[in-house]
Protein backbone atom coordinates (compact mmCIF):
# COMPACT_ATOMS: atom_id res chain seq x y z
CA UNK A 1 0.00 0.00 0.00
CA UNK A 2 1.55 3.26 -0.77
CA UNK A 3 2.19 6.02 1.56
CA UNK A 4 0.08 8.31 0.03
CA UNK A 5 -3.08 5.52 0.07
CA UNK A 6 -2.04 4.81 3.73
CA UNK A 7 -2.64 8.71 4.65
CA UNK A 8 -5.79 9.05 2.98
CA UNK A 9 -8.72 10.10 4.68
CA UNK A 10 -10.89 6.85 5.12
CA UNK A 11 -14.59 6.21 3.37
CA UNK A 12 -16.74 3.39 3.06
CA UNK A 13 -16.34 1.49 -0.04
CA UNK A 14 -19.04 -0.25 -1.76
CA UNK A 15 -17.42 -2.02 -4.84
CA UNK A 16 -14.42 -3.38 -6.42
CA UNK A 17 -13.27 -0.05 -7.69
CA UNK A 18 -13.29 1.36 -4.16
CA UNK A 19 -11.50 -1.00 -3.00
CA UNK A 20 -9.11 -0.96 -5.91
CA UNK A 21 -8.76 3.07 -4.74
CA UNK A 22 -8.28 2.53 -1.80
CA UNK A 23 -5.38 0.30 -2.00
CA UNK A 24 -7.29 -2.91 0.01
CA UNK A 25 -7.33 -5.35 -3.43
CA UNK A 26 -4.73 -6.01 -6.17
CA UNK A 27 -4.56 -3.66 -9.35
CA UNK A 28 -5.76 -5.95 -11.23
CA UNK A 29 -9.88 -6.99 -10.86
CA UNK A 30 -10.36 -10.60 -12.34
CA UNK A 31 -13.39 -12.07 -14.10
CA UNK A 32 -13.95 -14.32 -10.90
CA UNK A 33 -13.39 -11.46 -8.57
CA UNK A 34 -15.86 -9.32 -10.71
CA UNK A 35 -18.43 -12.04 -10.62
CA UNK A 36 -19.21 -12.08 -6.69
CA UNK A 37 -19.13 -8.72 -6.73
CA UNK A 38 -22.22 -8.80 -9.74
CA UNK A 39 -23.79 -11.56 -6.90
CA UNK A 40 -23.10 -10.17 -3.72
CA UNK A 41 -23.06 -7.20 -2.02
CA UNK A 42 -19.67 -5.27 -0.84
CA UNK A 43 -19.52 -2.89 2.23
CA UNK A 44 -17.12 -1.51 4.18
CA UNK A 45 -17.20 1.28 6.74
CA UNK A 46 -14.56 4.13 7.16
CA UNK A 47 -14.25 2.44 10.48
CA UNK A 48 -13.72 -0.99 9.18
CA UNK A 49 -11.45 0.55 6.37
CA UNK A 50 -9.49 2.57 9.23
CA UNK A 51 -9.03 -1.11 10.97
CA UNK A 52 -7.80 -2.84 7.55
CA UNK A 53 -5.21 -0.40 7.77
CA UNK A 54 -3.79 -0.94 10.51
CA UNK A 55 -3.82 -4.67 10.41
CA UNK A 56 -3.51 -5.52 6.84
CA UNK A 57 -5.34 -6.92 3.55
CA UNK A 58 -4.86 -10.10 4.83
CA UNK A 59 -5.93 -9.70 8.79
CA UNK A 60 -8.90 -11.58 10.48
CA UNK A 61 -10.74 -7.91 9.74
CA UNK A 62 -9.92 -7.64 6.15
CA UNK A 63 -10.59 -11.26 5.74
CA UNK A 64 -14.80 -10.33 6.78
CA UNK A 65 -15.27 -7.98 4.31
CA UNK A 66 -12.85 -8.23 1.47
CA UNK A 67 -14.56 -10.69 -1.66
CA UNK A 68 -12.37 -13.33 -3.04
CA UNK A 69 -12.68 -15.78 -6.03
CA UNK A 70 -13.71 -18.69 -3.29
CA UNK A 71 -16.85 -17.40 -3.18
CA UNK A 72 -17.61 -18.73 -6.43
CA UNK A 73 -17.25 -22.22 -4.68
CA UNK A 74 -20.30 -23.79 -4.77
CA UNK A 75 -20.78 -26.50 -2.43
CA UNK A 76 -24.04 -28.76 -2.86
CA UNK A 77 -25.35 -28.97 0.19
CA UNK A 78 -25.43 -25.08 0.82
CA UNK A 79 -28.85 -23.62 0.91
CA UNK A 80 -30.13 -19.85 -0.41
CA UNK A 81 -32.12 -19.68 2.91
CA UNK A 82 -29.57 -21.53 4.91
CA UNK A 83 -31.76 -21.18 8.26
CA UNK A 84 -34.98 -21.59 6.82
CA UNK A 85 -36.69 -18.56 7.67
CA UNK A 86 -39.04 -18.79 4.68
CA UNK A 87 -40.66 -21.74 6.42
CA UNK A 88 -41.46 -19.72 9.25
CA UNK A 89 -42.59 -16.64 7.39
CA UNK A 90 -46.56 -15.72 7.93
CA UNK A 91 -46.45 -12.09 6.46
CA UNK A 92 -43.40 -10.12 5.04
CA UNK A 93 -40.82 -9.26 7.79
CA UNK A 94 -41.55 -11.54 10.15
CA UNK A 95 -40.35 -15.06 10.96
CA UNK A 96 -42.04 -16.28 13.54
CA UNK A 97 -40.09 -19.50 14.52
CA UNK A 98 -40.32 -19.90 18.26
CA UNK A 99 -44.01 -19.49 20.35
CA UNK A 100 -42.70 -16.54 22.89
CA UNK A 101 -40.63 -14.06 20.03
CA UNK A 102 -40.41 -13.45 16.85
CA UNK A 103 -37.48 -11.68 14.04
CA UNK A 104 -39.05 -8.52 12.33
CA UNK A 105 -36.75 -7.79 9.41
CA UNK A 106 -37.66 -4.31 8.75
CA UNK A 107 -34.61 -3.53 6.64
CA UNK A 108 -32.15 -5.52 4.20
CA UNK A 109 -29.44 -3.03 4.26
CA UNK A 110 -25.97 -3.28 6.61
CA UNK A 111 -23.38 -1.27 7.07
CA UNK A 112 -20.76 -3.90 6.05
CA UNK A 113 -21.52 -6.93 4.32
CA UNK A 114 -19.96 -9.42 5.66
CA UNK A 115 -18.29 -12.51 3.46
CA UNK A 116 -20.19 -15.16 4.99
CA UNK A 117 -23.65 -13.63 5.48
CA UNK A 118 -26.21 -16.32 6.50
CA UNK A 119 -28.88 -13.64 4.50
CA UNK A 120 -26.38 -12.96 1.51
CA UNK A 121 -28.84 -13.59 -1.00
CA UNK A 122 -31.61 -11.56 0.39
CA UNK A 123 -29.22 -8.23 1.58
CA UNK A 124 -27.92 -5.81 -0.28
CA UNK A 125 -27.85 -1.91 -1.12
CA UNK A 126 -30.14 -2.69 -3.91
CA UNK A 127 -32.57 -4.58 -1.99
CA UNK A 128 -35.71 -3.30 -0.20
CA UNK A 129 -37.16 -3.73 3.16
CA UNK A 130 -40.62 -2.69 4.36
CA UNK A 131 -42.87 -0.59 3.10
CA UNK A 132 -44.95 1.15 5.56
CA UNK A 133 -48.16 -0.95 4.38
CA UNK A 134 -45.88 -4.32 4.97
CA UNK A 135 -44.80 -2.69 8.58
CA UNK A 136 -47.99 -2.17 9.26
CA UNK A 137 -49.27 -5.56 8.44
CA UNK A 138 -46.23 -7.28 10.31
CA UNK A 139 -46.83 -4.99 13.33
CA UNK A 140 -50.83 -5.95 13.32
CA UNK A 141 -49.16 -10.03 13.43
CA UNK A 142 -47.34 -9.01 16.29
CA UNK A 143 -50.35 -7.50 17.94
CA UNK A 144 -52.98 -10.13 17.18
CA UNK A 145 -50.23 -12.81 18.57
CA UNK A 146 -50.52 -12.51 22.31
CA UNK A 147 -48.39 -15.16 23.32
CA UNK A 148 -45.25 -12.93 21.46
CA UNK A 149 -42.89 -11.74 24.50
CA UNK A 150 -39.88 -10.32 22.30
CA UNK A 151 -39.23 -8.43 19.34
CA UNK A 152 -36.05 -9.17 17.41
CA UNK A 153 -35.02 -6.82 15.14
CA UNK A 154 -32.49 -8.03 12.60
CA UNK A 155 -32.46 -7.83 8.89
CA UNK A 156 -29.89 -6.19 7.26
CA UNK A 157 -29.07 -3.91 10.49
CA UNK A 158 -31.62 -2.27 12.30
CA UNK A 159 -29.23 0.20 13.39
CA UNK A 160 -28.84 1.77 9.65
CA UNK A 161 -32.47 2.73 10.36
CA UNK A 162 -32.47 6.57 11.05
CA UNK A 163 -33.29 7.71 14.84
CA UNK A 164 -36.89 8.62 13.40
CA UNK A 165 -37.63 5.08 11.99
CA UNK A 166 -36.67 3.75 15.27
CA UNK A 167 -37.80 5.53 17.87
CA UNK A 168 -41.49 5.59 15.70
CA UNK A 169 -41.07 1.52 15.83
CA UNK A 170 -40.44 1.21 19.16
CA UNK A 171 -43.06 3.49 20.25
CA UNK A 172 -45.24 1.26 18.59
CA UNK A 173 -43.72 -1.99 19.77
CA UNK A 174 -44.03 -0.28 23.18
CA UNK A 175 -48.01 0.25 22.74
CA UNK A 176 -48.81 -3.46 22.38
CA UNK A 177 -49.19 -4.90 26.34
CA UNK A 178 -47.54 -7.92 25.54
CA UNK A 179 -44.25 -7.29 24.47
CA UNK A 180 -41.55 -7.10 26.92
CA UNK A 181 -38.27 -6.96 25.36
CA UNK A 182 -37.05 -5.49 21.90
CA UNK A 183 -33.61 -7.23 21.24
CA UNK A 184 -31.27 -5.59 18.15
CA UNK A 185 -29.27 -7.85 16.67
CA UNK A 186 -26.29 -5.84 15.13
CA UNK A 187 -23.29 -5.52 14.01
CA UNK A 188 -22.98 -0.94 14.28
CA UNK A 189 -21.42 -0.65 17.17
CA UNK A 190 -18.48 -2.58 15.85
CA UNK A 191 -17.92 -1.03 12.43
CA UNK A 192 -19.61 2.05 12.95
CA UNK A 193 -19.11 3.29 16.66
CA UNK A 194 -19.63 6.71 15.83
CA UNK A 195 -23.49 5.87 15.23
CA UNK A 196 -23.98 4.93 19.03
CA UNK A 197 -24.94 8.53 20.33
CA UNK A 198 -26.95 10.84 22.39
CA UNK A 199 -29.91 10.70 20.10
CA UNK A 200 -29.56 6.99 19.13
CA UNK A 201 -29.86 6.27 22.64
CA UNK A 202 -32.62 8.41 23.23
CA UNK A 203 -34.33 6.56 20.42
CA UNK A 204 -33.60 2.99 21.69
CA UNK A 205 -35.89 3.98 25.13
CA UNK A 206 -38.68 5.25 22.99
CA UNK A 207 -40.43 1.48 23.54
CA UNK A 208 -40.41 -1.60 25.36
CA UNK A 209 -36.53 -2.97 27.54
CA UNK A 210 -34.26 -2.84 24.95
CA UNK A 211 -30.94 -5.37 24.33
CA UNK A 212 -28.20 -5.12 21.98
CA UNK A 213 -26.74 -7.90 20.44
CA UNK A 214 -23.15 -7.11 19.07
CA UNK A 215 -22.32 -9.29 16.35
CA UNK A 216 -18.21 -9.46 16.70
CA UNK A 217 -15.90 -12.06 15.74
CA UNK A 218 -12.12 -11.20 16.71
CA UNK A 219 -10.40 -9.70 19.47
CA UNK A 220 -8.82 -6.57 17.33
CA UNK A 221 -12.38 -5.53 16.67
CA UNK A 222 -12.99 -4.39 20.34
CA UNK A 223 -10.50 -0.93 19.80
CA UNK A 224 -11.60 1.60 22.00
CA UNK A 225 -13.70 3.64 20.12
CA UNK A 226 -15.94 0.40 19.70
CA UNK A 227 -15.06 0.34 23.80
CA UNK A 228 -16.40 3.63 24.07
CA UNK A 229 -19.27 3.17 22.09
CA UNK A 230 -20.24 0.11 24.08
CA UNK A 231 -19.84 1.72 27.52
CA UNK A 232 -22.04 4.65 26.16
CA UNK A 233 -24.94 1.94 25.23
CA UNK A 234 -24.11 0.40 28.99
CA UNK A 235 -23.67 3.74 31.12
CA UNK A 236 -27.07 4.76 30.02
CA UNK A 237 -29.43 1.51 30.54
CA UNK A 238 -29.11 -0.51 27.36
CA UNK A 239 -27.46 -4.34 28.14
CA UNK A 240 -25.59 -5.62 25.73
CA UNK A 241 -25.20 -8.80 25.12
CA UNK A 242 -22.17 -10.28 21.15
CA UNK A 243 -23.12 -13.11 19.11
CA UNK A 244 -19.89 -14.26 17.48
CA UNK A 245 -19.51 -16.81 13.97
CA UNK A 246 -16.95 -19.42 14.42
CA UNK A 247 -14.57 -18.75 11.16
CA UNK A 248 -12.07 -21.06 9.60
CA UNK A 249 -8.15 -18.50 9.27
CA UNK A 250 -10.67 -15.61 11.24
CA UNK A 251 -10.94 -17.04 15.18
CA UNK A 252 -11.01 -20.55 15.00
CA UNK A 253 -8.56 -21.01 17.95
CA UNK A 254 -9.36 -21.21 21.62
CA UNK A 255 -7.10 -18.62 22.16
CA UNK A 256 -8.77 -16.17 20.17
CA UNK A 257 -11.97 -16.90 21.34
CA UNK A 258 -10.69 -16.77 24.74
CA UNK A 259 -9.78 -13.75 24.27
CA UNK A 260 -12.28 -12.36 22.65
CA UNK A 261 -14.70 -13.35 24.97
CA UNK A 262 -12.81 -12.44 28.27
CA UNK A 263 -12.36 -8.31 26.64
CA UNK A 264 -16.04 -8.61 25.87
CA UNK A 265 -17.40 -9.84 29.82
CA UNK A 266 -14.57 -6.87 31.09
CA UNK A 267 -16.29 -4.31 28.81
CA UNK A 268 -19.49 -5.00 30.30
CA UNK A 269 -20.95 -7.59 27.41
CA UNK A 270 -22.38 -10.95 27.92
CA UNK A 271 -20.62 -13.37 25.09
CA UNK A 272 -24.11 -14.97 24.38
CA UNK A 273 -24.19 -17.55 21.54
CA UNK A 274 -21.00 -18.94 18.83
CA UNK A 275 -22.40 -19.83 16.24
CA UNK A 276 -21.61 -23.06 14.16
CA UNK A 277 -21.28 -21.39 10.30
CA UNK A 278 -24.37 -21.80 8.16
CA UNK A 279 -24.71 -23.87 4.79
CA UNK A 280 -25.12 -20.12 3.30
CA UNK A 281 -23.67 -20.58 -0.74
CA UNK A 282 -20.00 -19.76 -1.40
CA UNK A 283 -19.35 -19.89 2.31
CA UNK A 284 -17.50 -23.10 2.67
CA UNK A 285 -13.76 -21.72 2.78
CA UNK A 286 -14.94 -20.24 6.11
CA UNK A 287 -16.05 -23.51 7.63
CA UNK A 288 -15.42 -25.99 10.13
CA UNK A 289 -16.59 -29.28 11.08
CA UNK A 290 -18.41 -29.55 14.22
CA UNK A 291 -15.79 -32.14 15.46
CA UNK A 292 -13.67 -29.28 15.07
CA UNK A 293 -15.84 -26.46 16.82
CA UNK A 294 -16.52 -28.80 19.68
CA UNK A 295 -12.69 -29.54 20.14
CA UNK A 296 -12.20 -25.94 20.47
CA UNK A 297 -15.18 -25.14 22.55
CA UNK A 298 -13.89 -28.01 24.80
CA UNK A 299 -10.91 -26.24 24.89
CA UNK A 300 -12.40 -22.57 25.60
CA UNK A 301 -14.33 -24.48 28.75
CA UNK A 302 -11.39 -25.33 30.45
CA UNK A 303 -9.81 -21.76 30.17
CA UNK A 304 -12.89 -19.56 30.40
CA UNK A 305 -15.58 -19.16 33.17
CA UNK A 306 -19.05 -19.42 32.78
CA UNK A 307 -19.54 -15.32 32.57
CA UNK A 308 -17.63 -15.20 29.51
CA UNK A 309 -18.40 -18.40 27.79
CA UNK A 310 -21.24 -17.96 25.45
CA UNK A 311 -23.52 -20.98 24.12
CA UNK A 312 -22.63 -22.68 20.73
CA UNK A 313 -25.17 -23.41 18.56
CA UNK A 314 -26.16 -24.75 15.20
CA UNK A 315 -29.09 -23.12 13.15
CA UNK A 316 -30.87 -26.13 11.81
CA UNK A 317 -31.18 -25.63 8.56
CA UNK A 318 -35.30 -25.97 7.25
CA UNK A 319 -36.15 -23.96 10.02
CA UNK A 320 -36.14 -26.26 12.86
CA UNK A 321 -34.22 -23.70 15.05
CA UNK A 322 -30.82 -22.74 17.20
CA UNK A 323 -29.75 -25.97 18.89
CA UNK A 324 -26.61 -26.35 21.45
CA UNK A 325 -23.88 -28.81 20.23
CA UNK A 326 -20.85 -28.09 22.34
CA UNK A 327 -20.03 -31.94 23.09
CA UNK A 328 -21.73 -33.75 26.28
CA UNK A 329 -20.51 -34.03 29.45
CA UNK A 330 -22.22 -36.65 30.20
CA UNK A 331 -20.54 -39.87 28.39
CA UNK A 332 -23.08 -43.02 29.60
CA UNK A 333 -26.13 -43.36 31.41
CA UNK A 334 -27.61 -46.97 32.76
CA UNK A 335 -30.58 -46.48 34.71
CA UNK A 336 -29.15 -44.24 37.67
CA UNK A 337 -25.72 -44.47 37.14
CA UNK A 338 -23.73 -42.11 34.96
CA UNK A 339 -20.40 -41.82 33.68
CA UNK A 340 -19.64 -37.89 33.38
CA UNK A 341 -16.63 -36.11 31.94
CA UNK A 342 -15.07 -33.01 33.69
CA UNK A 343 -13.60 -30.06 32.29
CA UNK A 344 -10.33 -31.73 31.93
CA UNK A 345 -11.59 -34.98 30.28
CA UNK A 346 -11.15 -37.57 32.91
CA UNK A 347 -14.35 -39.46 33.63
CA UNK A 348 -16.37 -39.78 37.08
CA UNK A 349 -19.11 -41.69 38.28
CA UNK A 350 -22.28 -40.34 39.33
CA UNK A 351 -25.20 -42.07 40.88
CA UNK A 352 -28.49 -40.13 40.76
CA UNK A 353 -31.12 -40.29 43.76
S1 LIG B 1 -24.20 -7.40 9.22
FE1 LIG B 1 -25.31 -9.33 9.52
S2 LIG B 1 -26.94 -9.33 7.98
FE2 LIG B 1 -25.43 -7.75 7.38
S3 LIG B 1 -24.00 -8.79 6.00
FE3 LIG B 1 -23.11 -8.97 8.05
S4 LIG B 1 -23.90 -10.96 8.82
FE4 LIG B 1 -25.17 -10.37 7.07
Redesign the pocket.
Known amino acids: MSEDLAQRKPRAAQSLRDLQELGLIDSSITPELQAVADKY ?1 I ?1 LTPHIIEMIRAHGPNSPIARQYIPTHEELNVNERELEDPIGDLAHSPVPGIVHRYQDRVLLNVIKT ?5 R ?5 ET ?1 GPGTRGLDSAQLEVALRYIRQNSQIWEVIL ?4 PLTLSNRRLSALLDELGRIDHIAVARF ?3 VPAVAPERITDDLISALHSGPTTYIVI ?1 INHPDELTKRVKDAIAQLTANGVPVLSQT ?1 LLRTINDSAETLGRLFKQLAKARVKPYYLHHPDLAIGTQHFRLSIQEGQRIFSELRQKNSGLTLPQYVLDLPGGHGKVPISSSYIETKSGSQYKIKDSRGNSHSYIDT
Not at 110 to 114: I, L, P, S, T
Not at 116 to 120: D, I, K, P
Open positions: AGCAVYCFCFRRVSGGDHTRHV
